[in-house]
C-alpha cells in the first residue's frame, strides 16, 4: 500500500462513519428518544448516544436537549436535522432510486396519512391505479386526524399525507389538487330542502349535525356564523361524513358538508352555500425537505393526473 492509500483510508473510513452517525442523529431527532433510535438502527444504546456526541464534538455545538426521558432538538440540531435527513433518506433508499431511475419500480413501500373523508371520496382511483401500474409495492394507509397525520410525516412514519388545509406550519408545504364546495344537507321533507337558496338566519332555528368540535369543519362553521352575526346550534356531534349523512336522513338535524361526500345516490336535500362557505380544497401535504422515493413521487403525479382528468370530464353549463 502506498503512502497515498495510507493516507486516504481515514478518510473513507471517516466518510463510512459519518453517514451512521446522521443515521442514528436522524432516528433520535424523529423519535425523541435514544433508545428507540437504537432500535431502528439495529445498535445498542451507547453506541447511538457515542455517536452523537461525536458529531456534537465535531461541530462544536449540543444538537440535543435533554427533558428527561425525551430528548429535543435544539436550533442548531433543527439545522442540522434539515441539512442531513435528505442525504440519510436518500442513501438509505439508494437501490429503489436507481432501479426507478432505470425504469424499474418493482418493490419498496409506501406510507400515506389521510383522514377517512379523504380515503374514502379522494384516494379510491389513485390507489386503483397505482396498485394496477405497480403491484410489487406494498401500500400502506393510515387512517389519521389531521393533527396525528402531520405527528407522522414530521416523524417520518409518512411519505406525504393527502386531505385538506385551512392553516399551514412552516415545516409543511401543501400542494391542493381539486376543489369542493359547500352544501347544507337536509332530510327530503325539511321545511328548507324545497329552497334553492338559504340564509344563515334560515338555517339558525334547526339543529345542526357536525364532526367533532377539533376538526376544521366546526372551527369554519363558527367563523362564518360569527361573522354574519348569525346564531347556530349543534345537535349531534358525528365522526365521519357517511356517519352524518345517515342521521340528517333519519331526520336528527341538518348539516353542513363539503359537496366531496355527495355522490346524489342519499335521500337527502342539497343547497348550496357558497355565498357564505369557501370552496374546500385537498391537496397533497409534504414536510419541507423530505426526500421522497420514487414510489411516492409517482403515486403522486398519478394522484395529479386523476383529477386532471376530472377537471376535463365536467360538464360545462351552457349560458
Known sequence: MTDRDMSSTPQIYYKQNRLKQLRAFCHAAQTGSISEAAERVYLSQPTVSLQIQALERELNTVLFERRGPKIKLTPEGEILYKLSQPLVEGMDKLQETFSAYC?????GELNIAAGESTILYILPEPMRRFAAQYPGIRLKLHNVTGRDGMAMLRADEADFAIGSMLEVPDDVTYQPVV????ALITPPDHPLASKSEVTLH????????????HLSTWRMVDLVFEQHNASYQVTLEAGGWEVIKKYVEIGLGISIVTDLCLSGDENLAKIPLGRYFPDRSYGIVLRRGKFLSPQAKRFLEITREVFADQATQMPVDSE
Open 103 to 107: 425504469g424499474k419500480l418493482e418493490n
Open 179 to 182: 376543489n369542493y364546495g359547500p
Open 202 to 213: 334560515d338555517i339558525s332555528p334547526y339543529g345542526l349535525i357536525l364532526p367533532p368540535h
